[in-house]
């Protein structure tokens, strides 16, 4: 009987000894899942004045395009945060501009592509930037500060869809 209650005590210590180091590898694993969790911050990046911003695109700078209202809420303009400044990219004469959504926005260089409402009705009643306006809308790069209207492809209306590193730009997918 002694021999029994000794074997079995024997056990348990052998059992518990080869269970700590487990314990201790599940713990290392852990806390190596632990160490991969990504942590985020989040960052209220402001408006042009009114009530609404969004950003619609980041490059590897921490830089992103998108759009805001102005005062009022009258009018959209295209955006750039940069370095925690907000910059109105303005328009060429209409009342709303804007960065197209799902486009990588801006390139590495700062630089943002997009389109904007001229003050002409379009012919065709179309509404191709989107504002409501039914106003030509024309494609437009900003470099260095400076806004600058595009050509279209043939039609009365264009979106630059992207901006690559080059400061190349292409037509977004709505081409009228």
Same mark, same amino acid.
């Given at each position: 009987m002694k021999s029994r209650t000794l074997i079995s005590k024997v056990t348990i210590v052998v059992l518990a000894a080869l269970s700590i180091p487990l314990g201790l590898e599940?713990? =290392?694993q852990q806390q190596q899942k632990a160490a991969k969790v990504r942590h985020y911050t989040v960052?209220?990046?402001?408006?042009?004045?009114g009530t609404y911003s969004e950003a619609v695109g980041i490059n590897n700078n921490r830089s992103m395009a998108g759009r805001s209202t102005i005062p009022g809420d009258v009018a959209e303009h295209a955006t750039l945060w940069r370095h925690g400044v907000i910059s109105d990219l303005g328009t060429l004469g209409g009342p709303n501009s804007v960065v197209p959504e799902?486009?990588? =926005?801006?390139?590495?260089?700062?630089?943002v592509a997009g389109g904007f409402d001229t003050t002409v009705p379009d012919p065709n009643g179309e509404d191709f930037c989107g504002f409501g306006t039914h106003l030509i809308c024309l494609p437009f790069v900003w470099k260095e500060g400076v806004l600058t209207a595009l050509p279209t492809l043939g039609g009365n209306n264009g979106i630059a869809g992207e901006i690559n590193n080059r400061g190349q730009t292409?037509?977004?997918?709505?081409?009228?």
């Open positions: 599940a713990q =290392q960052t209220d990046l402001g408006t042009l004045g799902a486009e990588p =926005q801006p390139n590495e260089r700062g630089e292409g037509p977004d997918s709505r081409i009228s």
